[in-house]
């Protein structure tokens, strides 16, 4: 069971390049989440998508875009960036609503922008 | 909105002994509460969960426990395994409609 698989796992950007995290479930799971983690910060919320066709601003943010392409795939999008997103980012699902029952996480994606 | 605390950042227990963490909430309206653990190289499992109709819940060695009138929750691991040896985070939020809010994590190691 593939679950929830997120691509790249790696990247390493310029500060100012533009790049996408794609994230694909195959759960037939309604809501979808992104998350950045940091040393002694935790998981950090930065969009969710409730249902397909919907998205919304979590936590953090400031940086970052997302498109919910359809069902299976939400992605996030760095247009310029910074040090400072330098990050693990994690793409989650959900079968329920919005943050009612358990998240299934994909292994992350590490970031580093120099 | 809410933020959650969680202690120690880390801690080292030798195999067999007990572990506990705990974190604390600051809203009162929440009345979800799971515990996820993340081996290395992975992302973080839930391994169980607590609802606020309740103030204790076990699954095998592992038991979590909830005091909403001082808005804090436990993680309780009896008979430590090396294979415990994690990072656990707990987390809050309302059940219907709100933003699940993690602790910063607690690194746990197991000494054989």
């Known amino acids: 069971n593939a679950g929830v698989t997120q691509t790249p796992k790696f990247q390493v950007l310029k500060t100012g390049q533009s790049m996408t995290l794609q994230c694909a479930q195959d759960?037939?799971?309604?809501?979808m989440y992104w998350y950045r983690q940091d040393p002694g910060m935790g998981l950090r919320l930065i969009y969710y998508?409730?249902?397909?066709?919907?998205?919304d601003k979590g936590e953090v943010p400031n940086g970052y875009n997302v498109s919910r392409l359809n069902k299976r795939e939400f992605s996030l999008r760095l247009e310029s960036a910074a040090p400072s997103q330098t990050s693990v980012y994690f793409c989650?699902?959900?079968?329920?609503?919005?943050?009612?029952?358990?998240?299934?996480f994909g292994e992350g994606s590490r970031l580093t922008v120099l | 909105g809410e933020n959650v605390e969680q202690h120690p950042s880390t801690l080292s227990v030798q195999e067999g002994d007990s572990a506990v963490i705990k974190c604390t909430y600051s809203?009162?309206?929440?009345?979800?509460f799971p515990w996820y653990k993340q081996e290395l190289g992975k992302g973080p499992q839930l391994i169980i969960d607590?609802?606020?109709?309740?103030g204790e819940k076990k699954d095998q060695r592992i038991a979590v426990t909830l005091n909403k009138t001082a808005k804090h929750f436990s993680l309780h691991i009896t008979e430590t395994q090396p294979e415990d040896s994690a990072v656990y985070f707990c987390?809050?939020?309302?059940?219907?409609?709100?933003?699940?809010?993690f602790g910063a994590g607690t690194i746990l190691r197991v000494k054989s």
């Open positions: 989650a699902s959900s079968p329920l609503g919005l943050n009612t029952g358990e998240l299934f």
């Open positions: 998508s409730a249902s397909e066709g919907t998205t």
């Open positions: 607590i609802r606020s109709n309740v």
């Open positions: 759960m037939n799971h309604n809501s």
């Open positions: 987390a809050a939020s309302m059940e219907y409609g709100n933003k699940l809010v």
């Open positions: 809203d009162s309206a929440s009345n979800y």
